[in-house]
């Protein structure tokens, strides 16, 4: 079947994150072609159901080529969708892609290149916390739209509330209390949610974070019997998936809070034998029946606690989610005692499929914001790390 171009324009316009987020969502197979006039010969970044698997430049290829077009400041870019036949050399997640690409070039590890500075950004200019978009909204799905001024809050950490947004316009700041007052664990620009799954499943859900408007903000108030009618239908594994999913998330950012807030979390992982080694191949999905486990991640500045995993708990590649975890960035260890029973993930995957764009997007946006979080985590822990050594 022959390729054929479906997105293109200028990185003036889109940038270089904002292009693999787009065609993630999308879950895009094909390639994506940057043309510089810095360059004589264009940057590849190739796409399998939305995962980057190889790239190319022509100084080198892998994720440092890819890694290198985030320096290309000025050019254009098109996409082709189609068949590729290219070995997957590349196992990270898409957000983590991002992140380390913004990160290089804004500590001058990647070279610029465009009409205006060839001179690397000063280190330090990034903010701490990355800023997260969504695909573009469905508006079959949105009921109203609500206005908020920036500093006023949309939801409060441990009040009730079932309403979900879907953000029009502007910046969201989502923030937890920590230690030494809000800490803001991430950013949520046009096309992310406020709210989860969960949201809008229990009458009485309790946020689990505080969501403040960092700019003006349009949000759209989402169809939420729409979406739990929906949901509805899915199976009960597929609805306990999402469900573990979600958990997750709300797991993942409590222990970053933690970990901002120097508490001692690896002594939760003495005794628990690793099934999941970080950077090793398992193909396995796997969901605990009796015992539990933990979540680890092997950084430069030591080792991560990560999440808390009990019975009915996940765990495994889950390949059409961006959630950046085991089995190649992170291990799994389970309690001597533990039981697993295996689950059909390709039988989720199809259910996936069959939901409409907003609930994708949704369940999408769950996976996403582990796997930024998890970096948020990477970045605190390595603050801490530098402290301590200073000493």
Not at 263 to 272: E, P, R, T, Y
Not at 322 to 337: G, M, Q, T, Y
Request: glycine share 8%; charged share 25%.
């Amino acid at each position: 079947m022959a390729t054929k171009v479906v997105l293109s324009g200028d990185l003036a316009f889109l940038s270089l994150g904002d292009i693999i987020q787009l065609i993630g969502s999308s879950a895009g197979t094909g390639e994506l072609r940057i043309i510089s006039k810095y360059v004589p010969e264009p940057g590849l970044i190739y796409f399998s159901k939305g995962n980057v698997i190889d790239g190319s430049t022509p100084d080198g290829s892998g994720l440092e080529a890819v890694f290198a077009l985030f320096g290309w400041m000025d050019g254009e870019f098109e996409f082709s969708e189609g068949p590729i036949s290219r070995t997957k050399t590349i196992h990270a997640g898409r957000m983590e892609i991002i992140l380390d690409g913004l990160r290089k070039v804004d500590d001058g590890e990647t070279t610029k290149l465009g009409p205006v500075s060839f001179e690397s950004a000063p280190a330090g200019n990034r903010e701490s916390v990355p800023l997260v978009k969504g695909p573009l909204v469905d508006y079959m799905y949105v009921l109203d739209e609500e206005s908020f001024t920036a500093g006023q809050k949309i939801v409060q950490e441990n009040k009730h509330g079932s309403w979900i947004w879907v953000i029009l316009e502007g910046t969201v700041d989502i923030m937890k209390e920590a230690g030494e007052g809000p800490l803001t664990v991430l950013k949520l620009g046009p096309g992310s949610f406020i709210g989860s799954v969960a949201s809008f499943l229990f009458q009485d859900n309790i946020r689990t974070a505080t969501a403040v408007a960092a700019t003006d903000v349009q949000l759209g108030v989402l169809d939420s019997q729409r979406l739990t009618e929906e949901y509805a239908l899915r199976s009960q594994e597929f609805r306990n998936f999402v469900l573990r999913l979600d958990k997750r998330r709300i797991e993942v950012t409590e222990r970053t809070v933690d970990i901002h807030d120097k508490k001692d979390l690896l002594k939760f992982a003495k005794g628990k034998k690793p099934v999941i080694k970080q950077g090793k191949k398992f193909d396995k999905f796997l969901k605990i029946t009796y015992g539990e486990g933990c979540i680890v991640k092997q950084t430069d500045s030591g080792t991560i606690f990560l999440a808390h995993l009990r019975e009915g708990d996940f765990f495994g590649p889950v390949h059409f989610l961006d959630i950046n975890h085991e089995p190649f960035n992170a291990s799994i260890l389970l309690s001597k005692d533990a039981e697993t029973t295996p689950v059909n993930i390709h039988k989720i995957h199809e259910e996936y499929e069959l939901l409409s764009p907003t609930l994708k997007n949704l369940i999408s946006s769950i996976a996403t914001s582990i796997s930024v979080t998890t970096r948020v985590a990477c970045d605190f822990h390595m603050k801490n790390f530098k402290e301590k050594n200073k000493k």
